[in-house]
């Protein structure tokens, strides 16, 4: 079974930084593409940001380029984000999500990807 937990999130100024996390089991983690998803209010869920299997290729949206920074270690079966320079336009709620199709990472798409962590919400004060 398997299971994806996160952990982080809450309440940061804007300008300030804040690191989400992300553990997945019951599944061979450095087989699987991981992403990192948000979905304010109204608003369909977006990829933030996707990395391959090895760590060695990474998509990121427009909107976060330069300040967030998508990371992983295999060996704890462990995905981060870490949110620079956030803005409130940043604040949603926070997911991540495994793949095991190789080139889910690529389009970063929720549509492409199957196991959900619970999710984090994220708050940005200005």
């Known amino acids: 079974q398997v299971q994806v937990v996160q952990s982080g999130g809450g309440l940061v100024q804007a300008g300030g930084s804040l690191t989400l996390s992300c553990t997945a089991a019951g599944l061979t983690f450095d087989d699987y593409s991981m992403g990192w998803f948000r979905q304010a209010p109204g608003k369909e869920r977006e990829g933030v940001s996707c990395?391959?299997?090895?760590?060695?290729?990474?998509y990121y949206a427009d909107s976060v380029k330069g300040r967030f920074t998508i990371s992983r270690d295999n060996a704890l079966n462990t995905l981060y984000l870490q949110m620079n320079s956030v803005k409130p336009e940043d604040t949603s709620m926070y997911y991540c999500?495994?793949?095991?199709?190789?080139?889910?990472?690529?389009?970063?798409?929720?549509?492409?990807?199957?196991?959900w962590g619970q999710g984090t919400q994220v708050t940005v004060s200005s």
């Open positions: 999500a495994a793949d095991a199709y190789s080139n889910s990472w690529r389009r970063c798409r929720n549509a492409d990807f199957g196991y």
């Open positions: 990395i391959s299997w090895s760590g060695g290729s990474t």
